[in-house]
């Protein structure tokens, strides 16, 4: 399957270093609107470099768009390489209005075209240990997600750069907002273990409005949001993203026998661990909770509880980025690839990638629509 991608930024870098893993993707060649940015990548990666978005929409061989523009842009860039008989992966959101998103959907559903979106991390080795553990601890009942990246408005973000030279968009990640940057990545776990969404109850606020030199400039979208999920299957999901708590990208599952616990959503091979409820607690968790009594205060630091459940060592390692982004990015195109040459069902594409993409938007918005949202879309 030829690819082309479109958007050379920050992002990019996470695909090419992961396009390794998937050699029957074939790069055709890649498409930024600045010029020296373009250079500047194709020359590191030594790929070729389209002259303008035309001449990808006019090369025959590529079968699906990558589209790894600004969010702002997704939706009309995507449109115009469905209508001009494209496939399509794009990076989250769909879009950045719901409508809009629905309507790619619809476009591509019309034309026979697969749409899908990032994030690919739900196709983790993690995601498929959890999904694999799920019976061991009965009916999943609670489940607590977080999406916090840590307080990096006072890092050096100014001085961070990508592999090929790209600066982070640390201006306009602040527009907009860390829930649509984030979500995803706890979103597509959440559906694809439990299903869909039916009600959802979010709050969000912009808290830190002050991120340094050169942020006063500009409208800054929402630093923290907090929602409550209700899905089909019986499961309650609270999920939390922001910028400014303790960096915590976990996940945990409580069900009638036990508890999952996943040390991290961005590692393609987290420490996943299983509590099982009538074994009781650890030795581990039993001595520290006996610590705490005994010195008569709270301790800052505790083993997770349960077993650490073991990967399967026989099977290939992924080339990932550097920490923290440990995500296999290419994957979801391979995934899209494979569906599209088999003529199979693709689950992060659709309706489902519609699903997300409205739950995202729906935590994002709710500083200014503060009440119960009943889902429109569904899987």
């Given at each position: 399957?030829?690819?082309?991608?479109?958007?050379?930024?920050?992002?990019?870098?996470?695909?090419?270093?992961?396009?390794?893993?998937?050699?029957?993707?074939?790069?055709?060649?890649?498409?930024?609107?600045?010029?020296?940015?373009?250079?500047q990548f194709a020359d590191y990666y030594k790929v070729a470099a389209y002259s303008d978005f035309d001449a990808i929409l006019a090369d025959k061989d590529v079968g699906i768009v990558v589209n790894l523009t600004t969010p702002e842009n997704h939706y009309s860039l995507s449109k115009r390489a469905l209508e001009a008989g494209k496939h399509v992966y794009c990076e989250k959101p769909l879009a950045m209005r719901y409508e809009e998103a629905a309507e790619l959907v619809a476009l591509a559903d019309r034309l026979n075209l697969v749409i899908a979106s990032a994030p690919a991390n739900a196709l983790s080795d993690a995601h498929k240990l959890v999904a694999k553990s799920l019976?061991?601890?009965?009916?999943?009942?609670?489940?607590?997600?977080?999406?916090?990246?840590?307080?990096?408005?006072?890092?050096?973000?100014?001085?961070?750069?990508?592999?090929?030279?790209?600066?982070?968009?640390?201006?306009h990640e602040f527009e907009i907002g860390s829930t649509l940057e984030h979500a995803g990545y706890a979103l597509s776990w959440l559906v694809s273990l439990f299903g869909p969404v039916e009600n959802l109850i979010a709050f969000s606020t912009l808290t830190f409005p002050e991120k340094g030199p050169g942020t006063d400039a500009i409208i800054m979208a929402p630093d923290f949001s907090v929602g409550c999920l209700q899905f089909r299957s019986g499961t309650i999901a609270r999920l939390t993203c922001g910028l400014a708590a303790p960096r915590d990208r976990s996940l945990t599952v409580l069900g009638d026998k036990g508890t999952l616990t996943v040390v991290d959503l961005w590692d393609h091979r987290s420490a996943v661990y299983l509590e099982a409820a009538a074994g009781g607690r650890s030795?581990?968790?039993?001595?520290?909770?006996?610590?705490?009594?005994?010195?008569?205060?709270?301790?800052?630091?505790?083993?997770?509880p349960g077993r650490k459940l073991a990967y399967d060592r026989s099977a290939?390692?992924?080339?990932?980025?550097?920490?923290?982004?440990?995500?296999?990015?290419?994957?979801?195109?391979?995934?899209?690839?494979?569906?599209?040459?088999?003529?199979?069902?693709?689950?992060?594409?659709?309706?489902?990638a519609l699903h997300i993409t409205e739950l995202a938007l729906a935590l994002n918005n709710a500083g200014s629509l503060p009440q119960p949202c009943k889902m429109r879309s569904t899987f």
């Open positions: 399957m030829k690819i082309a991608i479109i958007g050379t930024g920050f992002v990019a870098d996470y695909y090419m270093t992961t396009l390794v893993n998937h050699p029957q993707l074939v790069l055709g060649g890649v498409y930024d609107r600045d010029p020296a940015r373009l250079k019976d061991d601890i009965g009916k999943p009942r609670l489940v607590y997600a977080q999406m916090e990246d840590g307080p990096v408005f006072r890092a050096n973000w100014q001085g961070w750069r990508s592999v090929s030279g790209a600066k982070w968009p640390g201006l030795l581990p968790t039993k001595l520290a909770d006996l610590m705490e009594v005994r010195l008569k205060r709270f301790l800052p630091w505790k083993p997770l290939k390692r992924a080339k990932l980025p550097a920490y923290p982004s440990q995500i296999d990015f290419a994957g979801g195109i391979a995934a899209q690839a494979a569906a599209i040459e088999q003529g199979t069902p693709l689950f992060s594409s659709g309706k489902v």
